[in-house]
C-alpha cells in the first residue's frame, strides 16, 4: 500500500537554527500534502497545506514566514522552520495519500535547545 | 464551542474488556467520520473510516455514528494490551485529500 516517510525522525538544534523536514509519497504521486504539529498530550493542529507546483496554504495563527512550505514535486514537500526556538519543539507530522486512502507519516520529534 | 469534542481521559482498562471511546462534533456539514490509533512518538494510523449514520464493524474495532446527536463512538471488544495508545477521531466535511478536524485524543491503558 502507499507509504509516506518522514526524514529526520528526530532532530536536536540550537536555537537560531533552521531544520528542514522532509515528507515523500514512496508510491504515488501526492499533489496535496498536508502538515500537523503535536503538543505533547495534544492533538494534531493543522499548519498548512502544501500543494505541488503552487504556494501553500497556511492556517490562520501559523506564520508563513517562519514555517516555510516547498513542495516542488509530486513526491516531496518541505517543512523548514526558520530561526527556532524552544517553543517550536514538537512533533511535526505530515499526511498525504490518494482521495481512496490517506497516510500519516511517521513523525519528525524536533528539540530545540 | 470547538469543532470537536473529546474527553482525552486518561483511560485504564483490564485485558478483556469493552473499551468505548466517543466524540462530538457540532458542525452538521462534517460527513466522514474517522478513528485514527497513534502509538507514542509515531504517527497515527487510520482505524475506522465511516460516512453514514450506524454501525462499522472491523474485527474487534467497531465504529458508530449518530448524525442526528452529533455523536461517534469507537467500541473495542476483547481488549488487549497492545491497544495502549492514543485514539482520535477525525471528521472532515469531504471525503479523500480533504481537511481533518481531530479529537484531542483520548489515552487507552490496557492492563494485563
Known amino acids: 500500500g502507499a507509504v509516506v516517510s518522514q526524514h529526520p525522525s528526530w532532530v536536536i538544534c540550537k536555537s537560531g537554527t533552521s531544520v528542514k523536514i522532509e515528507c515523500r509519497s514512496l508510491d504515488f504521486q501526492a499533489t496535496t500534502m498536508f502538515w500537523y504539529r503535536q503538543f505533547p498530550k495534544q492533538s494534531l493542529m493543522l499548519m498548512a497545506t502544501?500543494?505541488?507546483?503552487?504556494?501553500?496554504?497556511?492556517e490562520q495563527g501559523v506564520e508563513k514566514d517562519k514555517f516555510l512550505i516547498n513542495h516542488a514535486s509530486l513526491t516531496l514537500s518541505t517543512l523548514t522552520v526558520t530561526s527556532a526556538h524552544p517553543e517550536d519543539s514538537s512533533f511535526y507530522i505530515c499526511?498525504?495519500?490518494?482521495?481512496?486512502?490517506?497516510?500519516f507519516g511517521p513523525g519528525t520529534r524536533l528539540t530545540v535547545l | 464551542q470547538k469543532e470537536v469534542e473529546q474527553d482525552p481521559g486518561p483511560l485504564s482498562v483490564p485485558e478483556g474488556a469493552i473499551v468505548s471511546l466517543n466524540c462530538t462534533y457540532s458542525n452538521s456539514a462534517f460527513q466522514y467520520f474517522m478513528w485514527y490509533r497513534q502509538y507514542s512518538r509515531k504517527g497515527p494510523e487510520l482505524l475506522m473510516y465511516t460516512y453514514s449514520s450506524g454501525n462499522k464493524e472491523d474485527g474487534r474495532f467497531t465504529a458508530q455514528v449518530d448524525k442526528s446527536s452529533k455523536y461517534i463512538s469507537l467500541f473495542i471488544r476483547d481488549s488487549q494490551p497492545s491497544d495502549s495508545a492514543t485514539y482520535l477521531c477525525?471528521?472532515?466535511?469531504?471525503?479523500?485529500?480533504?481537511?481533518?478536524?481531530f479529537g484531542k485524543g483520548t489515552k487507552l491503558t490496557v492492563n494485563p
Open positions: 477525525a471528521i472532515s466535511t469531504q471525503g479523500g485529500s480533504e481537511k481533518l478536524v
Open positions: 502544501s500543494n505541488e507546483g503552487s504556494k501553500a496554504t497556511y
Open positions: 499526511r498525504s495519500g490518494t482521495e481512496d486512502e490517506q497516510f
